[in-house]
């Protein structure tokens, strides 16, 4: 997958209420998850920097949201 880096980081910096309302009840940290994004913003998308736990993450919340978001 080819990360729309522009689409992330409008997530990351003013949709946050999407990645908050997501998280919700999950027992993940907003913040953990944004740091994921700001991760991959400052590594140009590289997906393969990301630990498993990272991966985990970055599928179980950002892609649903990029992919709703094209």
Not at 26 to 53: M, P, Q, S, W
Not at 62 to 70: A, D, Q, S, T, V
């Amino acid at each position: 997958m080819e990360l729309d880096l522009d689409l992330l980081r409008h997530l990351v910096t003013k949709r946050s209420e999407e990645i908050d309302r997501a998280v919700a009840g999950t027992g993940y940290l907003t913040r953990t998850v944004i740091g994921v994004g700001t991760f991959l913003l400052d590594n140009e998308g590289n997906l393969d920097l990301l630990t498993a736990k990272q991966k985990v993450t970055f599928d179980k919340f950002f892609r649903p949201l990029l992919e709703k978001g094209r």
